[in-house]
């Protein structure tokens, strides 16, 4: 029997090393650095929120603008009805004329005097006539400049500017969470790609060393050493691991589809060349909150808003203070418009103040505080459900970091059981159920090492991304021994 492993334990050797050089023909690593680049450039997310300053910076560009004149162009056609003219009776005219003549010419009253009669004379001939002036036609067309800049307006250009700087720095902080949030689910999606092909790679090699037994099984029944009931046992076994392994293979093709989607990018075969790592010691619990506090983007986020909904109700108040602005005209062209009755150039002050308009600024300054107040109850909560999180990410850390130390020491004794069970039954001192069983332990050990390192780098990467900081997890990465099994 010893013959018949040593001979099928070759032939499977051989075969895995011709599959692994084949896959390694076909597929490249990719390393945490080129996974984090290709992330920068192409994932949609990252994209959109960078797009989504630069629209916060022309948001507020144009909330300067009102610090700056507004300079406008206005002109039409008009048509009147009628002609506009200045018409007068020259009868009443003429009387008063005849009437102040004596006193507007000193020194001839007794002459004037005598020629009244006369005039009272014509001007009773001429009393029913009427005296018309035109003044403008009936088409007039014009042309105008005219330039508005405010003066005073109560602050609310001040508080403005301040609600533009604050929207752009929220757009920058939701920019730096959009990228923490998309390089913690890469790493996620990495390090799952990366677990998924190790379970794969176990999982080849325990069906290649249960087809190995059921082979020498087979040969061992022929010859009259086992019984059937223990060659059922081994045929079970291979068909569990052939189950098992093309479970495998479809949680690989599974993982790489979701790496690519975060990604933003298609790669084929990819395989991760990241190792699971656990670091000397657990992050301090209250230097994780004062980093939270300090440096997460949602908190700052929120923050911003505080701010905007504070200079909000500085602006309600401030319509309580009438507005002031300078303006001036300048006509370009005009038809039809004598100058005597428009001006070409006009310059002015302006001012607008609304005294009552039903209460409309009191009720926006009263909801505008309760939004206020309402904002400062969600950053709070927002920072206990940060540091709360924390917490069990760092939880999930210590029970990864206690299950690797434990699990390393079950793969040493899972190794030896299995080699003294091969021993053993070589010389026919054991069933092949011993076999399977120990070689199932192993296998099960094997597995549980590399979920136990999966759950703690993943859990580091969200526990960094809280405090903006998952850039530090490469170089944590590149400074940290990985976990091995031997």
Known sequence: MAVLLNTASG????????????DREETYTLTLEEAVSILQQHNNAIKISRNTVEAARARRQQLQSAWYPTIMAAGGYMHFSNDISADANVG???QGIAANLPESIKGLEQIISQLIPQFQQII???????????????????????????????????????????????ARHLETLTSNAQMALMLNA??????????EQMQQENLQYMNRLHHNASRLMQEGF???????????????????????LQNTRTAADALNAILGKRLKDAIPQGNFFVLDSLPDINTLYGRILQHNPQL??????????????????????PNFALFAKQNLYSRNIPKNLMPRTTIGVAMQWEIFNGFAREKEIKAGKLELEEMEYTSAQAGNDLLTAAQALRGKMSDASHSI?????????AKELLREREKSFAEGMCTSTDIVAARTALTRAQTALEMAGWQYCTSLAALLALSSETDEFIRLHNASAPITGN
């Open 11 to 22: 032939y499977a050797q051989s075969t895995l090393q011709a599959a692994t050089e084949a």
């Open 92 to 94: 009443e005219l003429s």
């Open 124 to 170: 009773t001939s001429i009393g029913s006539s009427t005296l018309s002036v035109p003044l403008i036609e009936q088409d007039v067309t014009t042309f105008d400049a005219v330039a508005l800049w405010p003066l005073i307006t109560g602050g609310k250009r001040i508080w403005a500017g301040r609600i533009g700087k604050e929207l752009e720095e929220s």
């Open 190 to 199: 990495y390090y799952t790609l990366k677990l998924s092909r190790k379970a």
């Open 226 to 248: 086992i019984n059937k009931a223990e060659y059922l046992v081994v045929q079970v076994a291979a068909d569990e691991a052939s189950r098992e392994y093309e479970s495998a």
């Open 300 to 321: 700052k986020i929120l923050q911003s808003q505080e701010e905007i909904l504070e200079n909000k109700v500085k602006i309600a108040k401030s319509n309580y203070i």
């Open 405 to 413: 130390r434990t699990l390393q020491k079950t793969i040493l004794l």
